[in-house]
């Protein structure tokens, strides 16, 4: 019989060293990271020996076992194209059994960066508990950190497989969207924790490590301390919830790597009234509300690209996310104002940028709807609008919420009236530079902007936000005048009309003047968009 694990594992480095030779750009971006990770994890791997002694140590070791498994689980998730043998449809017309075939990928999971980036870290964990009874500790780490790394692959791999399918279709590859919210989340979070630590000292992380250590594979890790300490039945315990836990994990791989291979895939089958289920020019829901002609029509087709098209979706995920937590956690942190509220509407302005490109190459039938400066300015009015149907209550929410957190309510009306000021500038801004400066977005890879056209997106993006500034002048100097004049606190609620109306008043006027252009140099936007 051939062996299956032998010839999975050279399948998996065959794929490496020719996914290397495709590109010397490949290969580098290859060694950066690989050299970028491996540092990273020489250094943890280094911290966490210093840490050996150290009385919360234990502490820290278990809840890292169990962040890192939480990495296993999810990066399969948000990130599917990263290990091309993720896929196991891939082998679906070879005549293999599930159970070697498991075996065989776990296997192959084993080789990569990943796993050896994995592997320090545990193995600088299992060092930095096991302090006493050398000999049965740092025998219990060798076993610890290899069932450890085992439960972390095959937990990655069992999410994987049984979201396989959903991982290759659209919606699924529109899940990595969520990927720069999690991370942009957990950075905001690793910050807070780092400082609440700092102040705090390591000591509040033992109630949690106390429950996290009876948890696989953290319990793994546990096992070692509890073996370094001479408790050697709760060892035997803990590394037997580990070890069941990979049997659990390796069972449920395998039934669902069977199911996988023998069902048929109905993801692409239709609905029998999907194909005359009849729609309304702009849908049903919120399209029901929106106003009719052409306004309403542009609104309801902008409102379907931020929910379908993957990239228009990612920019405003990762806009709503970041508007959300600079101000929030800035003020959790206590170090926040409350005029970190503006931000929200300040990252939401910025999606009124390249309004053009965002269609690529689609743009051409809005093209051939213009045909004067009053066909543009709809057009740009209907798409405004729809910006504004997220961003207004957004940024009225952002701004409700950091106020409460600070308890600074009497600043709220005039942070309010700020926030639509700056929202009205971006939005004049945006709808100019769109047809002066725009540029293509491609559709496939992770680039925002065509080869060529990076100074272009620079002068849109960075120029329409100075001249967003600039216009929001008058606004900030009544501002600072009411503030700092005596009586003039009496008088910062007028900056709520104010704000609104101005910011009303700036949008009109910058869509009244970029209409003309637009109408008067679309062949010129429209070779523009469709490049790349």
């Given at each position: 019989m051939?062996?299956v694990?032998?010839?999975?594992?050279?399948?998996?480095?065959?794929?490496?060293r020719?996914?290397?030779?495709?590109s010397?750009?490949?290969?580098?971006?290859?060694?950066?990271?690989?050299v970028?990770?491996?540092?990273?994890?020489?250094?943890?791997?280094?911290?966490?020996v210093?840490?050996?002694g150290?009385?919360?140590?234990?502490a820290?070791?278990?809840?890292?076992?169990?962040?890192?498994?939480?990495?296993?689980?999810?990066?399969p998730?948000?990130f599917?194209?990263?290990?091309?043998?993720?896929?196991?449809?891939?082998?679906?017309?070879?005549?293999?059994?599930?159970?070697?075939?498991?075996?065989?990928l776990?296997?192959?999971?084993?080789v990569?960066?990943?796993p050896?980036?994995?592997l320090?870290?545990?193995?600088g964990?299992?060092?930095?508990?096991?302090v006493?009874?050398?000999?049965?500790?740092?025998?219990?780490?060798?076993v610890?950190?290899v069932?450890?790394?085992?439960?972390?692959?095959?937990?990655?791999?069992?999410v994987?497989?049984?979201?396989?399918?959903?991982?290759?279709?659209?919606?699924?590859?529109d899940?990595?969207?969520?990927?720069?919210?999690?991370?942009?989340?957990?950075a905001?979070?690793?910050?807070?924790g780092?400082?609440?630590?700092?102040?705090a000292?390591?000591?509040?992380l033992?109630?949690?490590?106390?429950?996290?250590?009876?948890?696989?594979?953290?319990?793994?890790?546990?096992?070692?301390?509890s073996?370094?300490?001479?408790?050697?039945?709760?060892?035997?315990l803990?590394?037997?919830?580990?070890?069941?836990?990979?049997?659990?994990?390796?069972g449920?791989w395998a039934?669902?790597?069977?199911?996988?291979?023998?069902?048929?895939?109905?993801?692409?089958?239709?609905?029998?009234?999907a194909?005359?289920?009849?729609?309304?020019?702009?849908?049903?829901g919120l399209?029901r509300?929106?106003?009719?002609g052409?306004?309403?029509?542009?609104?309801?087709?902008s409102?379907?690209?931020?929910?379908?098209?993957?990239?228009?979706?990612a920019a405003?995920?990762?806009s709503?996310?970041?508007?959300?937590?600079?101000?929030?956690?800035?003020?959790?942190?206590?170090?926040?104002?409350?005029?970190?509220?503006?931000?929200?509407?300040?990252?939401?302005?910025?999606?009124?940028?390249?309004?053009?490109?965002?269609?690529t190459?689609?743009?051409?039938m809005?093209?051939?709807?213009?045909?004067?400066?009053?066909?543009?300015?709809?057009?740009?009015?209907?798409?405004a609008?729809?910006?504004?149907?997220?961003?207004?209550?957004y940024?009225?929410?952002v701004?409700?919420?950091?106020?409460?957190?600070?308890?600074?309510?009497?600043?709220?009306?005039?942070?309010?009236?700020?926030?639509?000021?700056l929202?009205?500038?971006?939005?004049?801004?945006?709808?100019?530079?769109?047809?002066?400066?725009?540029y293509?977005?491609?559709?496939?890879?992770?680039?925002?902007?065509a080869?060529?056209?990076?100074?272009?997106?620079?002068?849109?993006i960075?120029?329409?936000?100075?001249?967003?500034?600039?216009?929001?002048?008058?606004?900030?100097?009544?501002?600072?005048?009411?503030n700092?004049?005596?009586?003039?606190?009496?008088?910062?609620?007028?900056?709520?009309?104010?704000?609104?109306?101005?910011?009303?008043?700036?949008?009109?006027?910058?869509?009244?003047?970029?209409?003309?252009?637009?109408?008067?140099?679309l062949?010129?936007?429209l070779?523009?968009?469709?490049?790349?």
């Open positions: 051939t062996d694990t032998g010839t999975v594992v050279r399948l998996k480095l065959s794929l490496l020719n996914g290397l030779r495709q010397g750009g490949r290969r580098a971006a290859f060694v950066a990271s690989a970028v990770a491996l540092l990273f994890a020489a250094l943890q791997l280094l911290g966490l210093l840490l050996r150290h009385a919360h140590a234990d820290v070791a278990v809840l890292g076992a169990a962040v890192l498994a939480l990495g296993w689980a999810f990066m998730l948000f599917p194209s990263g290990d091309e043998t993720l896929d196991p449809t891939r082998l679906v017309m070879l005549p293999l059994r599930p159970r070697p075939l498991v075996r065989a776990l296997a192959a999971s084993l990569g960066i990943g050896l980036f994995s320090l870290l545990l193995v964990c299992a060092v930095a508990v096991a006493a009874h050398g000999a049965a500790g740092y025998g219990v780490a060798v610890a950190v069932l450890a790394l085992l439960v972390c692959v095959a937990l990655a791999r069992t994987a497989t049984a979201n396989v399918r959903l991982l290759s279709s659209r919606k699924g590859r899940l990595a969207v969520l990927s720069g919210l999690v991370i942009a989340v957990g905001q979070l690793v910050n807070f780092a400082q609440s630590l700092g102040s000292g390591l000591g509040q033992a109630p949690v490590a106390d429950v996290v250590r009876w948890l696989p594979p953290a319990s793994a890790i546990g096992a070692v301390h073996a370094s300490e001479g408790s050697f039945g709760t060892a035997v803990q590394l037997g919830l580990s070890l069941a836990a990979l049997a659990l994990l390796v449920a039934r669902t790597l069977t199911r996988l291979m023998t069902s048929p895939d109905g993801s692409t089958l239709q609905a029998p009234d194909a005359t289920r009849s729609r309304s020019p702009q849908g049903g399209g509300l929106l106003p009719g052409r306004t309403g029509t542009v609104m309801a087709r409102l379907r690209y931020v929910w379908r098209d993957p990239k228009t979706k405003w995920v990762t709503l996310a970041i508007g959300l937590i600079v101000p929030v956690f800035n003020a959790l942190q206590g170090t926040g104002s409350v005029y970190f509220a503006c931000f929200a509407a300040g990252m939401l302005g910025i999606q009124m940028y390249n309004q053009f490109g965002q269609d190459s689609a743009f051409w809005v093209a051939t709807t213009i045909s004067s400066p009053r066909d543009a300015y709809a057009e740009l009015r209907g798409r609008l729809a910006l504004l149907v997220i961003t207004l209550p940024a009225t929410l701004t409700v919420l950091t106020t409460a957190l600070l308890g600074d309510w009497p600043r709220l009306p005039e942070v309010l009236g700020l926030s639509f000021a929202l009205g500038a971006m939005l004049a801004t945006g709808a100019w530079t769109s047809a002066r400066f725009p293509s977005i491609p559709q496939e890879g992770h680039k925002n902007v080869p060529g056209q990076a100074g272009l997106a620079w002068i849109a960075f120029g329409g936000m100075v001249s967003a500034a600039l216009l929001c002048s008058p606004v900030i100097a009544l501002t600072l005048a009411l700092v004049s005596a009586g003039g606190e009496d008088w910062t609620w007028v900056l709520l009309p104010v704000g609104a109306g101005y910011g009303a008043a700036i949008t009109w006027a910058g869509l009244r003047l970029a209409a003309p252009r637009t109408a008067a140099h062949p010129e936007i070779l523009a968009v469709s490049r790349g």
